[in-house]
């Protein structure tokens, strides 16, 4: 399995059906740097050092994740949340 397949993989199973406030790229990557509670260093996933979000369209976003060796991209898919405000995390591909 590739860094970019595992870093996926860990964000599906982490994030999937997750409610996200926004689209936006502070609030995505703030929630995948969240870190498990009750601890002060263990993150959900592996930290991230360089991010990029870019919307492709209603339900997909363009992100980037950049390391000081190594970068990858992938597509998220979200649905709108049942509330009408916030979306909902479906997956990265």
């Known amino acids: 399995m590739s860094i970019a397949e595992s870093y996926k993989c860990s964000i599906n199973n982490s994030f999937r059906n997750v409610v996200f406030m926004k689209r936006d790229e502070d609030v995505v ?22 991010f990029k979000l870019e919307k492709m369209d209603e339900t997909h976003d363009k992100v980037s ?3 000081d060796d190594y970068s990858f991209v992938g ?6 949340c049942a509330d009408g405000v916030n979306v909902v995390f479906v997956k990265i591909e």
């Open 75 to 80: 597509t998220i898919t979200w649905r709108p």
């Open 29 to 50: 990557l703030k929630t995948l740097c969240a870190k498990a509670h009750g601890s002060e260093t263990i993150t959900i996933i592996p930290p991230i050092q360089g």
């Open 65 to 67: 994740f950049g390391f």
